[in-house]
């Protein structure tokens, strides 16, 4: 299984793992207090922002205003690791957890602790939502994505080699482009009808022992259904399977083996 993929030297730079439920409309900011002070030690930097789009189709077909007197959306909650490189957020309608990894002082941990993390967290945040909403958040939807460098592979040839499966020459019938750029979205997974995959690639400069090259990121998101009696957490670990075999469906045997696989 794919899931057993272990690299010495992973190429993932961030990993967000994301739950999506239905929307709590009482939830508010100071409601959550107590998170933002349990949570201190490892998350002590809080910022809020405008929240991000409801993730549900909305019923409304119309622009619907905030009139006097009603109670304004919760803000999307950051808490953040002084470094910046670890974050959780949450509002009325998602829970995630980020982390962003930068060299060798900061090795990434492994899905598994991350996942371990994140559900710990969503369960503190579950209790607490439903003291004080009366609702226990349900969630319906999952999601994983990672963003990996590709340091010395261009855009350009990160998209040939994943179109024909690393088998044919990279070159262009055109010069070098200054950004390059490439979308695949399957509403099916081969892996599970039940998750969406997308793959991505762009242009990126990446930096090494303090000089900066060329080359490009990969982007692989999952997002998995939850429907009726099924476990989130079983889910999360399907969406996982999806990327991870996207992942080396998407790079060379050449590129894994310098990544150090199963060493």
Not at 18 to 45: C, E, H, I
């Amino acid at each position: 299984m794919t899931s057993a993929l272990k690299f010495r030297r992973p190429p993932v730079y961030d990993v967000t793992l994301a739950l999506m439920f239905g929307n709590l409309s009482k939830l508010q900011t100071l409601d959550l207090a107590p998170l933002r002070v349990g949570w201190s030690t490892d998350y002590p930097v809080l910022q809020e922002s405008t929240p991000l789009p409801a993730w549900e189709p909305s019923e409304l077909d119309a622009v619907e205003f905030v009139r006097s007197g009603l109670a304004w959306p919760m803000a999307l909650c950051t808490l953040s690791a002084e470094e910046g490189d670890r974050k959780v957020k949450f509002q009325q309608d998602r829970f995630i957890l980020n982390w962003n990894f930068g060299g060798e002082d900061l090795p990434y941990p492994g899905y598994e602790a991350l996942k371990e993390e994140l559900v710990t967290k969503f369960d503190e945040f579950s209790k607490l939502a439903q003291s004080i909403s009366g609702s226990l958040p349900e969630v319906r939807r999952v999601d994983v994505t990672y963003s990996n460098r590709l340091p010395g592979v261009s855009a350009h040839e990160a998209i040939t080699g994943v179109l024909t499966g690393w088998n044919t020459p990279s070159d262009i019938p055109f010069r070098v482009p200054d950004y390059c750029g490439f979308r695949v979205r399957y509403q099916e997974s081969e892996l599970d009808a039940r998750v969406r995959v997308l793959v991505g690639i762009d242009s990126a400069v990446t930096e090494s022992d303090g000089e900066f090259s060329s080359g490009s990121s990969l982007l692989i998101d999952a997002e998995s259904l939850v429907e009726g009696p099924d476990d989130f957490a079983e889910r999360l670990d399907v969406a996982h399977e999806v990327v991870t075999n996207a992942f080396v469906e998407a790079t060379s045997e050449e590129m894994r083996f310098s990544w150090g696989e199963n060493e």
